[in-house]
Every structure is written in C-alpha cells, then in structure tokens.
C-alpha cells in the first residue's frame, strides 16, 4: 500500500523522529517502495501457521531474584549529556 | 608473516621464532599505511595493543600455551569496549565510551588475544555494503571502487587487506557471511543462542548473532572456541556444553550428503558465480559426498518477512536513544519532546531512520497482525522447509551471494540493496549457523560459497569448509590493493 505524507508524519511522531518537509515525499515514496516488497507475503495462506517469534524453541531460563550488579551510578552518569547530583537533566516538563 | 593464519602464528609464537609485540607491531604499521585509504577502522588502539601484546609475551614465556594468546584481532565496532569508543557506525554513539565489556570482548581478553582496534560498519548493523556507515564507507581491497559488503565491512576488509589476523562481526541478515565472499575470507555465522548477545549492541534481538571472520575455517574454530557458550547475562544463549569445534576438522567427507536448494541457483544468479559453485560441489564428489538437489519452496518470501520482523525489533531497540542516558543529545532543546525529536533525527542516519518507521508502521495500532504476526508465521514455513530439508541431507550449499562486489555508489535504492541478502536471510530467519568461504574468482573479484548446518552443527560446518580448504586454495589468494611502497 502507498503511504502519504500525513501517515509519514504521524508514524514519525510516534517514532519520535523528525522528517523535514523538505525530505517528506523521498521518505514516503521510499517506505511505499519497502512496504510492496513486504507485501509479497500476502500472497500466503497462513491461517493455520502457528506464529513463530523466536528462532530457539526453549522456555525463558529464570535467575534468583537477588542483586548482583554493584551500583555503578556515579560512573554510569558520567557518559550522560546532562546529570546533576546523582539524577539525569531533562527539559523542563512540569511548569 | 602478517599473511599467515591465526594457528600458523599460534605456532610461530609457541616454538618462539616469533613474539606478539614484534607481530602486533607489523600490523600497527600496516593500519598506519593503508587504513587511511581502506577505512578498514575506526579506532585504533596502539598504546593498549602493544602492552596486551607484552602481556602475552611474558605469559608465553611462562608456559601459558593458550592458542589465542598474543594473537592481533579487531573487534567490530558493535561491541562494546570498556574505556574504548564504540560508536556501532553511527553520529549517535560517536563519542560513547562503553562502561564495561561486552561478553565476546571478554572472552577474547581471556584468552589473551590482543586487541589492535575497532572496524568500520554500516549505522546500527544496517545495510549490506558499509555504505551507512556515519565514517564513510570502506573500500574492497581486491578493487578499491567497489564495496566490501556490510555489515561487517570493516571486519573482512581488516582480514582480507592483513591489517588483522582476524575479526569479530555480527550477523543479522547476511552480515557475516556477505563481506566474507566479497572480500575472498571465511565468514562463520553460529546458530542463534551459540555466543553471547551481551555488551553487543541491539539491532533485531531474535536474529543478531556474533561471529567470525578469519583467513581460513580452521581460525574460524579457533575463535569459536573461545565465543561459544552459555552467558548468564544473555538469557537467549543456550545451556550446551561447549565444544572443542577444532576437534573435528579433520573428519572425512566420504557419506556426507549435501543438499543443493534449487531456488539458490534460480534467476538473479551471475552465471560466474554458479559456475564457481558448481565446481566446488564436484571437488566435495570427489571427497566422497553425494549431491541431492533441495526444495525450500518458502526462500522467495525471507526478504519480505525480514523486512518486518528486523525493522519492527529495531524500532523497539533503538527506542533508548533519548539523549537522555548517553550518546548524542541535540544543542538547547525548548522541551522534551524537541529533544527527543532533534536528538534521534540529528543522531540516525538515513538508513536507520528508514527502518525505525517502517518498523513503527509494521507494530502500529490497526496493522499488527498484518504485518509482524504474519512476518513470524512466514517465518515458520521457512523454518519448516529447512527442518524437512534437513531430513535428507547434511548441509546446504548454494552461493553467499548472487554476484561479486558491486561499485560504490551503485544501488541507491533500498529495496534493490535488500535484495543482496536473498540466499543469507532465511538462515538467520531459522537461527541456523551458515559459513561462507571463498570459492573461485570472475574478474579479479572473489565468489563465496555458503554452506548451511542444521541447528547447532558449526562442528559439521567447519568440518565442511575446512575439507575443502585443504583441496583448494581459493582462501590464500591476496588482493594486490597496494601502490608501489
């Protein structure tokens, strides 16, 4: 299916992306493009396949629910564009 | 001796002939001479490479008979590195200096091999050229106009040009296996769970898998050695006991079945590439195997379930660049929303910015099942078409890849590039392991020859390709990139 800019737009906002008005038709064109490749799989009956989400067919291993990791914050925040006293800055969100 | 394999120079540096800093110190030299023009790295760590190096010495001195010890590697620059920038190709990680190893880095940091830097990828993992990379592209050393192959790119090219006896890389569609052919190396994908996740940073979590690239099989099961087994920090690495991949090589073909899918030497394929095949099946004859041809009738539908089910699992993964924790953060942002907007748009690239939004459109309110629940029920009948596959034979051969090295700059249209990985795709689809070594040339460029496994069986696989490597020598041929010095 083709999408237009508007559902570019709004696909870029909830990817938190910003697409420039500018670049707005190549992207749209581009994923209209990548979206006729992916639906070649429509062509498939798959109404009895189970759904297969994860290449190992193993059940999820569970640890004890202990701490293990030591708290590394301080060295942790160094690599942050912004902290203060043990916490991350942000803009403002609550006025 | 910069040319030779990882078990030559294991040996030369057991029997003394040789030290590792004497070794690491020719290899530091020959990054300095070419990698300008190669951009085979992009980092280099001279300073921690010459003192792992004498490291390494004085353990050998001491008796330490580790094979991987004092050994030059890279690493590709997806895994995290503590005190080392790794920036996975990408302006958003461009100055992250990771907090802690990643668990392949670890291992190889135990086993004493020496780390001499980090190599070129394309942004994320994502591309099969290396020509998203936010560093610029790396150029194949076997002709400097064309591409190496992606991801991994920087990885084979590091191998291939001998800047490195050999590297790791990441695998997620084909990026492994695909440089390895253009570049004329052995490039080993192990199934889905085989090696660590951890410290390896996310692309598509149920399809990424670390890996090896080196100048023959036998090095690829040296390094798997050492990467293979289970890691409490990676709760989808599987609980098996490890194996000794090193052990088998010397195996005899004579009954083994290999299985040749039809739909591998279909339509697309360069008339070179399948000769170069068909030839290297005639030697596995003369070894003693016998050939049945294969059906896997769902091939056609890998790329189209791919490009669901990758994009989908980026989008969520690459969610946590917020500029909040670490990486890039955009200049004054007016509020939280402009900086996480700003922040992703400024840090990702083209590519990358592609994939998160066909992924957030294929996991969006309304298209679900369409998209990702019908991708994993594709992914399924692929699965099914290797198991019954597998029923009749050993392993799978066909080509990595449908042609050789294409030119830099010639595939400018993402659908056409995501047709590159139309013989690699399914197998990371089905978590297989799948190996590509060098099988011949057309035109001065090299061909690869992928050989598939059956879950679990990288033994059998480089047991495969190492047979093969002691028939011909396809894998010892040098490209001659270097101007008159």
Known sequence: MALDKSEVEKIAQLARLHISEADADEVASRITDILALIDQMQSVDTETVEPMAHPLDVTQRLRVDTVTEKDRRDELQTLAPAAQDGLYLVPKVIE | M????????????????????????????????????????????????????????????????????????????????????TSCGSHMLEKFVAPYDATVVEKFKTAGAVMLGKTNMDEFAMGSSNETSFFGPVKNPWDLKRVPGGSSGGSAVAVAADLCVMATGTDTGGSI???????????????????????????????????????????????????????????????????????????????????????????????????????????YEQLGASITEVDLPNNHLSVSAYYVVAPA???????????????????NPIDLEDMYKRTRSEGFGDEVKRRILVGTYALSAGYYDAYYRKAQKIRRLIKNDFIKAFEQVDVIVGPTSPHTAFELGSKTDPVTMYLEDIYTIAVNLAGLPGISIPAGFANGLPIGMHIIGKDFGEGKLLNVAHQFQQQTDWHKRKPNFEPED
């Open chain 2, 313 to 331: 699992e980026a989008s969520a993964n690459l969610s946590r660049y917020d500029g909040v924790r670490y990486g890039h953060r955009c200049e």
């Open chain 2, 177 to 283: 296996r695909q440089p390895a052919a253009f570049c004329g190396i052995t490039g080993l994908k192990p199934s889905y769970g085989r090696v660590s996740r951890w410290g390896m940073i996310a692309f598509a979590s149920s399809l990424d898998q670390a890996g090896t690239l080196s100048k023959s099989a036998e090095d690829a099961a040296l390094m798997t050695n050492v990467m293979a087994g289970i890691d409490s920090k990676d709760s989808t690495s599987i609980d098996r006991p490890a194996e000794d991949y090193t052990a088998t090589l010397n195996d005899s073909l004579d009954g083994l079945r290999i299985g040749i899918p039809k739909q591998h030497f279909a339509e697309g394929l360069s008339a070179e590439v399948e000769q170069a095949v068909r030839e290297a099946l005639k030697e």
């Open chain 2, 2 to 85: 910069i040319e030779k394999t990882a078990a030559e120079l294991s040996q030369a540096l057991s029997s003394g002939e040789l030290s590792s800093t004497e070794l690491t110190q020719s290899y530091l030299d020959r990054i300095s001479r070419h990698n300008q023009e190669l951009n085979a790295f992009i980092t280099v760590c001279e300073e921690s490479a010459l003192e792992q190096a004498k490291v390494a010495d004085e353990k050998r001195a001491s008796g330490d008979k580790s094979p991987l010890l004092g050994i030059p590697l890279a690493h590709k620059d997806i895994f995290c590195t503590k005190g080392v920038i």
